[in-house]
Antibody, heavy 119, light 108 residues
Framework: QVQLVESGGGLVKPGGSLRLSCAAS????????MSWIRQAPGKGLEWVSY????????YYADSVKGRFTISRDNAKNSLYLQMNSLRAEDTAVYYC????????????WGQGTTVTVSS | EIVLTQSPGTLSLSPGERATLSCRAS???????LAWYQQKPGQAPRLLIY???SRATGIPDRFSGSGSGTDFTLTISRLEPEDFAVYYC?????????FGQGTKVEIK
């Protein structure tokens, strides 16, 4: 079945780095744009970054620009988020999501991986 | 950046009642690229509506979306027990993609 599975979250000190991964299965990964979205504890959803199917087009939220890098490996059906210079306000559950064609919203979401930035 | 404001913050209703959720944008949403998501505690969001009024695959017809420009509405015609959750609107027509702050539909 169509599935996204995130991994790589954990506890990291302020200023540290973490790399999140999102493994896709059940669909042709290379056909779809992908996004990362985060949700701070008890808060709403915040879009973080987006990458086109080929990886040629990338956007970031201002809050992470210059610190986070999105990438993908279509041969491995995987999406990544490299997070550097982490801050306490980056603490959140991070979801990867598939951008449906059209575009028609984000139609497939992973279960999320938790990132905690604390000393 | 397009700011989405959802109202009310919390909606207290009983099963079987009609729910009407509002999402107002600070500027016109391009091509009605407006989606609605449902999120239950401890779960990822689920796409309900895209293009302002089209139901996503597998979404029951008691969920409907309407609106254009800056004013959008999600209606749940008759609340089922599983519909009590938080609902978010999202615009994806302009960068950056933005979400509303959410409306919680709780059992009265």
């Amino acid at each position: 079945q169509v599935q996204l599975v995130e991994s790589g979250g954990g506890l990291v000190k302020p200023g540290g780095s973490l790399r999140l991964s999102c493994a896709a299965s059940g669909f042709t990964f290379s056909d779809y744009y992908m996004s990362w979205i985060r949700q701070a504890p008890g808060k709403g959803l915040e879009w973080v970054s987006y990458i086109s199917s080929s990886g040629s087009t990338i956007y970031y939220a201002d809050s992470v620009k210059g610190r986070f890098t999105i990438s993908r490996d279509n041969a491995k059906n995987s999406l990544y988020l490299q997070m550097n210079s982490l801050r306490a306000e980056d603490t959140a559950v991070y979801y990867c999501a598939r951008e449906s064609r059209g575009p028609n919203g984000m139609d497939v979401w992973g279960q999320g991986t938790t990132v905690t930035v604390s000393s | 950046e397009i700011v989405l404001t959802q109202s009310p913050g919390t909606l207290s209703l009983s099963p079987g009642e009609r729910a009407t959720l509002s999402c107002r944008a600070s500027q016109s949403v391009s091509s009605s690229y407006l989606a609605w998501y449902q999120q239950k505690p401890g779960q990822a969001p689920r796409l309900l509506i895209y293009g302002a009024s089209s139901r996503a695959t597998g979404i029951p017809d008691r969920f409907s979306g309407s609106g254009s420009g800056t004013d959008f509405t999600l209606t749940i015609s008759r609340l089922e027990p599983e519909d009590f959750a938080v609902y978010y609107c999202q615009q994806y027509g302009s960068s950056p993609v933005t979400f509303g702050q959410g409306t919680k539909v709780e059992i009265k």
